[in-house]
């Protein structure tokens, strides 16, 4: 398997807190991608990057911003969480265009 | 722009074949198939590239329509492991292009 996680796993946080969710990866892959999985939607792409410092907005990317600083990490920062925002996110590398992508474990985020 | 999946949900006995589709309004690149279990993160399948081809492992293969901008992925003799909800994901060029997923096709197989 791919070296790819995702921190925290489990996050509780109240309405109006900034949250940022951390993926890491040890594969050099090139390509980054977050998504939000929540039930009868699939999973849907919120920011993604083709290399450090070089990102752009998916589909749900309102509410959302993120940074890649290091090819090995790619931030989600949740500026003023939502309860719309509960979910679970996704992070995902791939090393280029038309190659598989890995995932990784998810993380459960609840906002209250 | 995300792929249309259909049906949305199948139900097999163990031993029957299914199909489920993956359709695109733009020209298609690539098209991956992913598996989810409840609970888990989306494990990869298999990918086709543009050119129109078909690929298989096992019991699950998988084909590619350039023309119709489709793919099809089939379970042949399914498997109780084989419940879970398929995702198909695509990218449209070779630069710049983003990985999106359709809704999912949940299956279920029973004995």
């Known amino acids: 398997d791919a070296g790819i996680t995702q921190s925290p796993r489990h996050k509780v946080t109240e309405t109006g807190t900034p949250v940022t969710l951390r993926c890491h990866q040890t594969?050099?892959?090139?390509?980054m991608y977050w998504y939000r999985q929540d039930p009868g939607h699939g999973l849907r792409l919120i920011h993604y990057?083709?290399?450090?410092?070089?990102?752009d907005k998916g589909e749900v990317s309102d509410g959302y911003s993120v940074s890649r600083s290091k090819t090995e990490d790619f931030l989600l920062t949740l500026e003023s969480a939502t309860s719309s925002q509960t979910s679970v996110y996704f992070c995902?590398?791939?090393?280029?265009?038309?190659?598989?992508?890995?995932f990784g474990p998810g993380t459960r985020l609840t906002v209250t | 722009q995300q792929p249309v999946q259909s049906p949305q949900a199948v139900i097999l006995r163990e031993g029957e074949d299914a199909v489920i589709n993956c359709s695109s309004s733009?020209?298609?690149?690539?098209v991956h198939w992913y598996r989810q279990k409840h609970g888990e993160a989306p494990v990869f399948l298999m990918i086709?590239?543009?050119?129109?081809e078909q690929k298989g492992h096992d019991k699950i293969s998988a084909s590619f329509n350039e023309k119709k901008q489709q793919s099809s992925l089939y379970l042949t003799a399914s498997q109780l492991s084989y419940s879970g909800t398929y995702f198909c994901?695509?990218?449209?060029?070779?630069?710049?292009?983003?990985?999106?997923f359709g809704e999912g096709t949940q299956l279920t197989v029973n004995p």
């Open positions: 995902a590398i791939s090393g280029d265009i038309g190659t598989r992508a890995y």
């Open positions: 594969e050099n892959h090139r390509y």
């Open positions: 990057s083709y290399g450090v410092k070089d990102t």
């Open positions: 733009k020209a298609l690149y690539s």
């Open positions: 086709l590239l543009k050119g129109g």
């Open positions: 994901g695509t990218e449209y060029s070779t630069s710049g292009s983003r990985l999106t």
